[in-house]
């Protein structure tokens, strides 16, 4: 006999005819090595070892229709039960939901992992696990303020996503901030920031950093940085590539040319280190995830193509990233009516796709001219959504 993961509905009634007329059509549609269904006086169970979920969501609706199943229908919640247990994997478009050793390379992995222990930089950290409210006079503000400072206003564990993108210290010309200055003095003040961020996070929380390294002076600033989140205890969730495929990249020189000498490596992308506080899930209410299936699919592969940002000059700030960065960071990692934060806001891209996907937010940028046009984004999408309702 084939193992079998088992997935039990109790019922509060008894089972109906109907019901069970369902079940037996869905066994005969499908393959009993694949998936079966089984009842009792009270239970629906359902025996799976793969299952193409979207041809059995379909037949669940057509048999649905054809029974008159409305109300107190058992199967949607069976599917959502299904669709909440992790598959080890996918085959053929096929979910996988035994046999999980067969098809790894590494043996008894999870008793292996049990040994060993996952993330253990970030084991004997000392976050609290009660987050605090976010406070009303910060919800959905744009500020202009120094963050080391302004961040100190806010209580510990109150925010559920930091999306943000430091200065790089490349020398770039920023309004009122002063980039390029001594490495050891970047570094200070950036975790100086840094660690106020980490305080206001919520337990279970996650920051996002997008960082480019300084590669014309082999300073992985990414790596840097990266380090310094573990040191203080913060579990790094992965990295996403995001490839701006921008190959007439300034720098054209190759090095020592057609030498192994010292050729130089060159680069198309940028980085976005994601880090987690305390717990790698975040507690949230399922109805208010907004992500799509297609978009969760696309987006959980970690390389992203996305073009830079073309409307610089129009903005007058030489360093923002594009919405489409910010939208899909913010519908991965958080829920609606969570609380996002930018404390290097510049010209309010965070803030602005932050407000679109109905989340709260909070901007901070040092630059007053940057904040004003961070705020006038805003209005602009206040207008869009008053023009949407009506
Ligand atoms: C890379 S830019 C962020 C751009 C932003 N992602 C956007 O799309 O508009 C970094 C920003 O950090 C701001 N900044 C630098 N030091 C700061 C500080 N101590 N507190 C707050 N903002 C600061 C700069 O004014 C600059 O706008």
């Not at 869905?26 to 239970?43: M, R, T």
């Not at 292996?112 to 993330?119: A, L, Q, S, T």
Request: proline share 4%.
């Amino acid at each position: 006999m084939p193992e079998y993961k088992k997935i039990v509905l109790e019922l509060d009634r008894n089972i109906t005819s109907e019901e069970i007329s369902i079940i037996n059509e869905i066994n005969k549609h499908f393959i009993k090595n694949n998936i079966y269904l089984e009842y009792d006086e009270n239970k629906i169970i359902a025996n799976l070892r793969i299952l193409d979920l979207e041809k059995f969501k379909n037949k669940i609706n057509e048999l649905t229709d054809k029974y008159h199943l409305s109300h107190q229908n058992p199967f949607i919640n069976l599917l959502q039960k299904i669709e909440d247990i992790g598959s080890y994997g996918i085959k053929s478009g096929k979910r996988l939901y035994v046999d999980y050793d067969k098809e790894r390379k590494v043996k008894n992995r999870k008793q292996k992992i049990e040994d060993r222990g996952k993330y253990f930089y970030a084991r004997d950290n000392n976050f609290l696990k009660i987050n605090n409210e976010f406070p009303l006079e910060f919800t959905n503000k744009v500020v202009c303020a120094d963050s080391e400072e302004f961040l100190k206003k806010l209580p510990d564990n109150c925010v559920d996503l930091i999306f943000t993108s430091p200065p790089y210290n490349f020398g770039l010309e920023y309004e009122k901030y002063k980039d390029g200055t001594q490495w050891e003095a970047y570094f200070d003040k950036l975790f100086r920031i840094f660690k106020e961020c980490i305080r206001v996070l919520k337990y279970g929380g996650r920051i996002v950093v997008n960082i480019q390294p300084l590669y014309s002076d082999y300073i992985p600033i990414h790596h840097i940085i990266s380090n310094f989140f573990m040191e203080n205890k913060m579990i790094w969730k992965g990295e996403i590539l995001w490839d701006k495929h921008n190959y007439n990249a300034k720098y054209t020189a190759w090095g020592s040319w057609k030498s192994p000498s010292n050729p130089y490596l060159k680069y198309t992308w940028e980085f976005l280190e994601v880090f987690s506080k305390g717990d790698l899930k975040h507690e949230g209410d399922i109805k208010k995830a907004d992500i799509t299936p297609d978009e969760f699919k696309k987006w959980v592969y970690a390389k992203w193509d996305i073009a830079p940002e073309r409307n610089m000059k129009e903005f007058q700030h030489p360093a923002m990233f594009p919405e489409e960065l910010a939208k899909r960071v913010i519908k991965l990692f958080s829920f609606e009516n969570d609380v996002v934060l930018d404390p290097f806001n510049g010209v309010g891209t965070t803030t602005k796709v932050a407000k679109e996907l109905n989340r709260r937010y909070l901007g901070v940028d040092i630059s007053e001219e940057y904040t004003k046009k961070a705020k006038d984004r805003l209005k602009e999408v206040a207008q869009q959504k008053t023009l949407k309702i009506i």
